[in-house]
């Protein structure tokens, strides 16, 4: 295995948490990174190298990144992109502000981070770039739309991305999950609760119904994986000599990929809006 240094976002829990631990485990400098101080803490005392990064704040990031780079002699041999949190509500519930916070994080963080990691790479004449994308960067489901829309937004960047970056070395995989057990409802329930008013909304009978679900301690969506299930993807993402563009994660991502391509559109729509209907799965 020659990649050995790898910097990831969104480290607090879950998916990026178990991708650190896992890779540590296999012998990488995993520099773990989160956006709260507390969570950072934390992952020191697990025995990570853990650096505080807010992918909504520049300032953040670029100190982060000086942070990382000075620690590691200013190599960096993958960089996975999972930072990210849901934003649910109807398109037409989405004030302008909330759909930016959205795209802060999810998004432009994003490509700010890998900007700056980027040239480094370049110069090593090598690396791996691992964006952390959803089954819902493939299709649409209701009340989610600005979850779908930073999704969607990410799997077009990175696909013209690794196009931009052919011959230099850097590969671009995405990884694209369906439901992983992650603490991910429950922060899309606490980011519903903060920017979306029910109470005057055409869909707060809908809203209701998805309130009931997301506050169901230990609620469950059908086909949920560990988020083992993504380490092993992302393991093949950095150490493949010949590493996917795409990787499905859960049966859903796996079944939806294949219906997008087989079915006409308003048979998929038909079937997509029976799923997700009031959107609490």
Not at 9 to 29: D, E, M, N, Q, W
Not at 121 to 131: D, E, N
Request: include cysteine; glycine fraction near 10%.
């Amino acid at each position: 295995m020659s990649l050995k240094t790898i910097l990831i976002t969104g480290c607090s829990s879950g998916i990026g948490h178990c991708v650190a631990t896992g890779l540590a485990k296999r012998g990488y400098r995993v520099f773990a990174s989160a956006r709260m101080a507390e969570d950072v803490r934390l992952l020191q005392a697990e025995g990570l190298e853990s650096v505080q990064l807010d992918l909504a704040d520049s300032a953040s990031i670029c100190r982060a990144v000086n942070e990382v780079l000075a620690r590691s002699g200013g190599r960096l041999d993958g960089l996975f992109n999972n930072g990210a949190y849901g934003q649910p509500g109807a398109v037409e519930d989405l004030r302008r502000e909330v759909l930016r916070e959205q795209f802060e994080t999810n998004l432009f963080g994003t490509i700010e981070l890998t900007n700056l990691i980027i040239p480094v790479m370049r110069a090593q004449g090598h690396g791996r770039i691992v964006m952390n994308s959803s089954v819902l960067g493939l299709v649409a489901l209701p009340y989610r739309g600005a979850y779908i829309a930073s999704k969607y937004a990410l799997e077009g960047i990175a696909d013209t991305l690794r196009l931009e970056l052919r011959g230099s070395g850097i590969h671009v995989s995405l990884i694209e999950p369906g439901p992983i057990e992650s603490r991910f409802r429950a922060n899309s329930f606490a980011a519903y609760r903060r920017n979306i008013d029910m109470t005057h909304s055409v869909h707060c009978d809908k809203y209701m119904m998805m309130e009931r679900r997301l506050a169901k301690q230990g609620a469950t969506v059908s086909f949920t994986l560990p988020p083992e299930a993504v380490l092993a993807k992302v393991v093949h993402a950095l150490e493949s000599t010949n590493p996917k563009v795409r990787y499905h994660v859960t049966v859903p991502t796996h079944l939806f990929a294949f219906l997008k391509r087989i079915l006409p559109g308003r048979w998929m729509d038909k079937l997509l809006a029976k799923v997700g209907g009031d959107g609490s799965k």
